[in-house]
DNA sequence: ATTTTGACTTAAG
DNA sequence: GCTTAAGCCAAAA
């Protein structure tokens, strides 16, 4: 059978989140079954940013601070694509009690 | 194969 | 709220 690699199951649930929604890190790589490799998340957004369907400007830091970002002028690009989408800021910060993602309520 | 580095997180002072 | 330390995972050297 084929085993998907660690970074094929984060894509994967990355492209499940909505836009205007946002993930952490942890929570990312708690979703895929490796609570604790969420700097290995970076890692593959470092090496993969590129690739179109995966929405990497939708995560964020465990406290929505906008950490990395490797296409476009950085972080920059990231707060605008992420405002565009209707994601809620407090500052610098994301507000992830609006607009952190959660499977079970869209 | 081993070491270093990094878009992380949590705990403690 | 800020700094330091330790833990974990994968890619690059």
Redesign the pocket.
């Known amino acids: 059978m084929k085993q998907l690699?660690?970074?094929d199951q984060v894509y994967a649930k990355l492209r499940e989140v909505p836009m205007g929604k946002v993930v952490?890190?942890?929570?990312l790589?708690a979703l895929v079954g490796?609570p604790?490799?969420?700097?290995?998340?970076?890692?593959?957004?470092?090496?993969n940013?590129d690739a179109p369907a995966t929405p990497?400007?939708r995560?964020?830091?465990?406290?929505g601070?906008l950490?990395?970002?490797?296409?476009g002028a950085g972080l920059f690009t990231?707060l605008q694509m992420l405002k565009d989408e209707g994601v809620h800021f407090k500052g610098d910060r994301v507000n992830l009690s609006a607009s952190q993602w959660h499977k079970y309520l869209g």
């Open positions: 690699s660690l970074r952490t890190y942890g929570q790589a490796h604790k490799a969420a700097r290995a998340i970076g890692t593959f957004m470092r090496t940013p990497c400007h995560v964020v830091g465990s406290d601070r950490t990395g970002y490797s296409a990231k």
